[in-house]
């Protein structure tokens, strides 16, 4: 069992940067694959990023936003720079045994955090 906690969300100014946390429990956080999705009002769940032996990344974020993890610190982070209005939604990191680019093949799942970027 795995349990997450995000952490770092708020409100940012178009342009911003934000670096989101998310801090898991258990001791064999490095056999997990994490990801990030993020959610707005009547949308689906949307893939962000996803970090294991190698990260891959959504196109709409590719180049602004960058996924890492520290093992030691069972601590998996989202940077995310060059914030647009766009980006504003709920941002929920997962773990999960594989790197994948699709929400159900997660198995566990944190809260959330509400990122809101303003024009």
């Known amino acids: 069992q795995v349990q997450l906690v995000e952490s770092g969300g708020g409100l940012v100014q178009a342009g911003g940067s934000l670096r989101l946390s998310c801090a898991a429990s258990g001791r064999t956080f490095g056999s997990y694959a994490m990801g990030w999705f993020r959610q707005a009002p009547g949308k689906e769940r949307e893939f962000i990023a996803a970090s294991s032996t190698t990260t891959t990344y959504a196109d709409a974020v590719k180049g602004r936003f960058t996924i890492s993890r520290d093992n030691a610190k069972n601590t998996v982070y989202l940077q995310m720079n060059s914030l647009q209005p766009g980006d504003t939604a709920v941002y929920y990191c997962?773990?999960?045994?594989?790197?994948?680019?699709?929400?159900?093949?997660?198995?566990?799942w944190g809260a959330g955090t509400q990122v809101t970027v303003s024009s």
């Open positions: 997962a773990a999960g045994p594989l790197t994948a680019v699709v929400a159900p093949l997660y198995a566990y």
